[in-house]
């Protein structure tokens, strides 16, 4: 487990959708239901946003970054099955997938993540293509269980320095919201917690372009 405070680490989140993003009600400023977009304003959970999470060409945008972050907590584990066999008295513990599990808290600027979790966990898709801009819909997890454009992605960006002069920058894939929260105090701020989870390979880049194609089928 590593946790970081929201002012070490950027994080921005885009749909996996090359095409679509997850909107809101593009008529008026809010969020009356979530529908696929194409476009992108503000920044993620701001207020006022007609595009509330950008699609994945956005990659490390000014709109897709997730404001008012106080906390990330990355859990990276496998999934092991033990496995027994007559007349053995050892057992065996077979690794079955990578497993990333990501856990944002962020001070509550609006609904969105209370409508993300109700009605869109999984993202968007084009039943045109991959990547295709027409035909999209709010995924709801039962559509296909190996398409490329399923879940979110999470973009953890290192801060930069002397010692470090380029950023690093964590990307966990096809991420699925599995979990989220509210802490309501009568003296503070209210904050939520949004949590994910993938089962595919994250990876580390020092630049945007490298960070923003589509996950390869044989990675699902």
């Given at each position: 487990?590593?946790?970081?405070?929201?002012?070490?680490?950027?994080?921005?989140?885009?749909?996996e959708q090359g095409a679509l993003s997850v909107s809101g009600n593009a008529s008026t400023d809010g969020m009356s239901a979530l529908t696929s977009g194409n476009g992108v304003k503000n920044n993620v959970g701001g207020p006022g946003n007609f595009w509330v999470i950008p699609h994945r060409t956005y990659g490390r945008a000014s709109g897709s970054k997730v404001t008012d972050v106080t906390g990330i907590d990355y859990s990276p584990s496998t999934v092991d099955e033990n496995l027994s066999f007559m007349g053995k008295n050892t057992n065996l513990t077979a690794e079955i997938k990578k497993s990333q599990v990501i856990t944002i808290t962020r001070k509550v600027s609006n609904a969105l993540f209370d409508q993300v979790y109700n009605s869109a966990r999984d993202g968007v898709y084009s039943t045109d293509g991959a990547d295709a801009s027409g035909s999209g819909a709010v995924f709801?997890?039962?559509?296909?269980?190996?398409?490329?454009?399923?879940?979110?992605?999470?973009?953890l960006q290192f801060a930069s320095g002397a010692s470090v002069p380029v950023?690093?920058?964590?990307?966990i894939r096809n991420c699925c919201l599995t979990a989220?929260?509210?802490?309501?105090?009568?003296?503070?701020?209210?904050?939520?917690?949004i949590e994910f989870y993938s089962y595919t390979q994250p990876l580390l880049t020092l630049s945007d372009a490298s960070g923003t194609a589509i996950t390869a089928t044989t990675e699902i």
């Open positions: 487990m590593t946790y970081w405070l929201g002012k070490d680490v950027n994080i921005y989140m885009t749909t709801d997890g039962l559509t296909t269980s190996n398409n490329q454009n399923f879940g979110y992605r999470i973009y950023d690093e920058t964590l990307i989220h929260s509210k802490s309501l105090t009568p003296d503070g701020a209210t904050e939520e917690t």
